[in-house]
């Protein structure tokens, strides 16, 4: 296997058959640990060394020690202790299926655990290979806490960059509306054109921003993912067998989710500046700027509305829940109020608007039972009243809101504290005393 994956073969529990050249007597340590020298030979050390206390519990001496019933493992730093003591001390039974007999029976599903050293001095046990798996998955877990660093800088100044596209559109569509008015015959063609081609180009840069965030937070491109891609390959090429299943707890969904959560709402500003922008058309340019530049988006961001909605709810995000059925509910409202959508019974229209606000109902239950959720209630509001008709749609956001991402942004810069939330994800939690809240950034 690569040697980022924690191994996944069983360790050997019987005492080293080796000899130790220097004297002639058989090897204290385990089958497959390193040898030690003759000073730590049970029959040739020092009193000080066989003085040792191998065992934690039972206060065993190196000197009393039955090393054919509990051999001794020899650390780099210098210090040793019984098998049986470290195994207990490195928390073997979490990695290992241990019979009732102490044998070990195989690995277990792959589970984090914390990075331990040394019992007497801290020092790194990494190069031990009895704990090969109880290590390396101690350094993914670090791996993780790292790259949840990392793409908190990164969702910091994508929230910063959203803004200020949102800004740039609204700008965009509020400038061509006043140039158009200021001009009693309107604009020449060429110059609408050129408009329009200057917030085509616009959209694509502010979609790009985003589509670049979800892709570096992937699963693909976090440690837990990245060693479940070399498993899946040395399978693949190599035909190895290998023990490397994964809770779906230890990959970090919450920045992913986000991240399409976010292009959502530029796509949402995109779309609803650019209805703005093409008002002052002609009917049958505003009919063909909508199959060309609305309808193809609309749709791709209905589905993606479904499936943050699905990832949402697999890894039990409140917030993504409520986004997301907010923002599909805002995309059909967009789709309703279109020309084309003319064409639809009103019996189709009905059942669309009776869905949506079935949706935002749901959102208003979730904000109830979880607090955390309720700077969302504005954006649940505006979404129901643009489906009753409401021509009108405010980009600012509510104080709480920013209070809310002010504070993921001061926190990601080192402020808050690790913890395992109940669903078993690492995260960092912190509380706000004004909003009487917990904030927890996944």
């Not at 009895?130 to 350094?139: D, F, H, P, S």
């Not at 200057?198 to 491109?221: G, N």
């Not at 970090?252 to 995109?270: D, K, N, P, V």
Request: hydrophobic share 35%; charged share 25%.
């Amino acid at each position: 296997m690569p040697c980022a994956v924690p191994c996944d073969l069983i360790p050997c529990s019987v005492r080293c058959e080796k000899i130790i050249p220097e004297c002639g007597h058989r090897c204290p340590s385990i089958c497959g640990e390193v040898c030690p020298g003759k000073d730590r030979c049970q029959q040739c050390a020092s009193n000080n060394v066989l003085d040792r206390v191998l065992d934690l519990i039972m206060f065993t001496t190196y000197r009393e020690a039955n090393l054919d019933e509990d051999p001794v493992i020899f650390l780099s730093c210098g210090h040793f202790y019984s098998v049986e003591t470290l195994d207990g001390h490195m928390d073997l039974k979490n990695t290992y299926f241990i019979g009732e007999d102490g044998a070990i029976m195989g690995p277990k599903s792959f589970a984090r655990s914390e990075m331990k050293g040394c019992p007497d001095c801290r020092a790194p046990l990494r190069n031990i290979h009895r704990y090969n798996r109880v290590v390396k998955g101690a350094l993914l877990d670090e791996a993780t806490k790292r790259f949840m660093a990392y793409a908190g800088e990164l969702q910091t100044k994508l929230l910063k960059d959203v803004e200020e596209k949102e800004n740039k559109l609204e700008d965009l569509a509020n400038e061509f509306v006043l140039a158009f008015t200021a001009s009693e015959d309107g604009l020449p063609v060429t110059k609408v054109q050129t408009r329009l081609q200057e917030y085509r180009s616009a959209a694509t840069q502010a979609e790009s921003i985003t589509t670049r965030f979800v892709q570096s937070v992937s699963k693909a491109e976090q440690p837990y993912g990245k060693v479940t891609s070399m498993v899946m390959d040395a399978r693949r090429r190599r035909n190895v067998t290998a023990s490397f299943d994964l809770d779906n707890t230890v990959i970090q969904h919450g920045f992913e989710l986000r991240g399409r959560s976010y292009h959502l709402r530029i796509t949402w500003a995109i779309l609803w500046n650019f209805k703005v922008l093409i008002a002052k058309l002609a009917p049958e340019a505003v009919e063909e700027q909508w199959k060309i530049f609305v309808s193809p988006r609309l749709e791709k961001a209905k589905e993606a509305s479904i499936e943050l909605l699905k990832k949402a709810e697999s890894s039990k995000s409140s917030q993504q829940q409520i986004e997301s059925m907010v923002y599909h509910a805002q995309f059909r409202a967009l789709e309703l109020s279109s020309s084309t959508s003319s064409a639809m019974t009103d019996a189709d229209r009905a059942h669309i608007l009776a869905s949506e606000r079935n949706n935002l109902d749901k959102c208003y239950l979730i904000i109830a039972t979880q607090p955390s959720t309720r700077y969302l209630l504005e954006d649940v509001k505006k979404a129901r009243g643009l489906l009753g008709g409401v021509n009108f749609y405010s980009f600012v956001s509510s104080e709480e809101k920013k209070q809310i991402y002010a504070a993921m942004a001061t926190e990601f810069r080192g402020t808050g504290h690790w913890y395992y939330c109940q669903n078993g994800h690492p995260v960092c939690g912190f509380p706000d005393l004004k909003l009487n809240i917990t904030i927890v950034v996944y």
